[in-house]
């Protein structure tokens, strides 16, 4: 039977009528409770061989998933689909599949949103559409369709040994990501009789890579994307990680067995007089010192500025200090003087818990806890190196081309840095951003991407995507900082309503009652005068 047989239209006309059996002109909204539930019990009959369902039920209106006693938004009534893509036996007989949740409110708005997630994945968050940065309700409650996914393998967020399984690091890298897209569009269309409206992509830290990815390798998938404090070349942040540790260990006082005390390295006063000769320098480049390094571009702080001339004291750092101060901000470079991987920004989040943590850990001892020596050496070891090592040592000496050389085949699949942004920015919109103090995603490295993607791209590219600094704000939330925002109501205003974000509105518990604007990148929050405490009295200035 070929393309043109009657018979071939006539089966084409059948299946698809039992794929999308429920009559498009049929709003759910005017479905009984009955109704409804029946529509969403139907769904598990999409199952075959290569998509199971664990439930599709109708949960009523009620408080959002969350631990006891904490805050939580109420939901609408709405569907609730888990199922698993592809499921199967991997390497070291681990059960794979690309586990997904999908929660269709009744009262829809058209809209639909992929919630980016976290770490490494591995756990299935619940798909009510948290929204990073924001203290609005979250998405499912604003009447969007929300889907999660696991990424393809279950386990801790920081749990890299998936990486063993040659798929498991494909569905991780991109493929859970088109498949669960796919799926999701497959059972909104099946519940409502329709497509959504329109779609979109929020997420941060490894949401805000997958975000970046959707732009990347689903550019007709969605119309907006958020991509926050993205891990876009996570082989390369990896790679600096361990580098890191190293870097570290030259000055760390070591245990009886010879092992470096890496949280010993620099002491809290240490850090905070790094923090204060930062903010003397540097806080009032934008017309006014008021904590917040706007004009980051601007700032010249050195370490070395802080070197003792004599013996050490709270208000000086050794030369070996300095040095690898330095270097850690300055991240690992390639023979010919570029970076790998940063350089990151001075901010005053180099004196918070959250980068000691990061860089130096709280152990005592040789046995360290810092996130480089945890989840950064972990996925490097099981994840970024091809061939997998799970015994590779940070501490060995190695040759960083050949490391680069290891980590390229995964980077190729998992790097969401590529700048060709031709198909999306034709039609969709982006708003990426990131904290100037994050403690893992460097901020110029994000800036040297977004001015090679518009060079790549050409204007389509510049009108298509924006970048936003926050100063002071450490890995997506948290720090010295207005790191309160919503940048779901900007970009939905950005792809509907044709309003592009020149300025966003931050707040934060870090300054109370105190707003500042979020400036596109290249421009710059200056000061005008008038009140210090409103963003009003700020514009956004190169």
């Given at each position: 039977m070929n393309a043109r047989d009657p018979r071939h239209l006539l089966l084409l006309a059948g299946t698809l009528a039992a794929v999308f059996a429920i009559p498009a002109a049929t709003p759910i909204q005017a479905q009984t409770p009955s109704d409804a539930a029946a529509r969403c019990a139907g769904l598990s009959g999409l199952a075959r061989a290569n998509l199971t369902f664990a439930k599709a039920e109708l949960v009523e209106a009620g408080p959002a998933p969350g631990p006891p006693g904490a805050r939580r938004t109420n939901l609408p009534t709405h569907c609730l689909v888990q199922g698993t893509i592809n499921p199967r036996v991997g390497v070291g007989g681990r059960e794979f599949g690309i586990g997904f949740e999908v929660r269709l409110p009744l009262e829809w708005s058209g809209r639909f949103m992929f919630q980016g997630g976290g770490g490494l994945d591995g756990v299935l968050g619940a798909a009510i559409g948290n929204v990073p940065n924001s203290t609005?309700?979250?998405?499912?409650?604003?009447?969007?369709?929300?889907?999660s996914t696991d990424a393809g393998h279950r386990g801790s967020m920081v749990d890299a040994s998936f990486g063993?399984?040659?798929?498991?690091?494909?569905?991780?890298?991109?493929?859970?990501?088109?498949?669960?897209t796919r799926e999701a569009k497959a059972l909104i269309a099946r519940f409502?009789?329709?497509?959504?409206?329109?779609?979109?992509?929020?997420?941060c830290s490894n949401g805000g890579r997958q975000a970046l990815m959707a732009s990347q390798r689903l550019p007709l998938e969605f119309d907006g994307i958020v991509a926050g404090d993205p891990a876009m070349s996570f082989s390369r942040i990896a790679l600096g990680e361990v580098w890191n540790m190293q870097v570290v260990a030259r000055i760390a006082p070591k245990d009886e067995a010879g092992r470096p005390i890496y949280a010993k390295a620099f002491s809290p006063a240490d850090l905070s007089l790094v923090r204060q000769a930062v903010l003397n320098q540097c806080d009032a480049l934008d017309g006014l010192g008021d904590g917040m390094i706007n004009d980051w571009r601007s700032c010249g702080f050195r370490p070395s500025q802080l070197t003792c001339t004599a013996g050490k004291t709270d208000q000086c750092l050794t030369a070996g200090q300095v040095s690898v101060l330095e270097d850690l901000m300055s991240g690992p470079k390639g023979a010919a003087g570029n970076h790998i991987y940063g350089p990151f920004t001075f901010d005053t989040g180099i004196a918070s818990s959250a980068w000691r943590g990061m860089r130096l850990g709280t152990s005592e001892t040789g046995v360290p806890n810092s996130a480089d020596s945890s989840l950064g050496l972990g996925q490097f070891r099981f994840l970024q190196l091809t061939p997998p090592d799970q015994d590779w040592d940070p501490l060995a000496p190695y040759d960083l081309a050949d490391l680069l050389r290891r980590i390229r085949y995964q980077g190729g699949i998992g790097d969401a840095d590529s700048p060709f942004l031709s198909t999306f920015a034709n039609s969709g919109k982006m708003i990426v951003y990131n904290g100037m103090s994050d403690q893992g995603m460097a901020t110029p490295h994000l800036v040297r991407w977004?001015?090679?993607?518009?060079?790549?791209?050409?204007?389509?590219?510049?009108d298509a995507v924006r970048f936003f600094g926050v100063p002071g704000m450490l890995h997506c939330g948290g720090g010295e900082a207005t790191d309160r925002f919503e940048m779901l109501d900007a970009i939905v205003a950005w792809v509907e309503e044709g309003r592009a974000p020149d300025r966003i509105i931050a707040t934060g518990d870090a300054f109370p009652g105190i707003s500042r604007p979020l400036c596109p990148y290249p421009l710059v929050a200056r000061y005008d005068g008038g009140n210090p405490a409103s963003a009003g009295s700020f514009s956004c200035r190169s």
């Open positions: 609005g309700a979250p998405a499912l409650a604003r009447g969007f369709a929300v889907v063993l399984d040659q798929q498991a690091r494909v569905d991780f890298a991109y493929n859970g990501l088109s498949e669960v409502y009789g329709g497509a959504p409206r329109k779609s979109y992509f929020v997420g977004y001015e090679e993607m518009v060079a790549a791209t050409g204007d389509a590219g510049r």
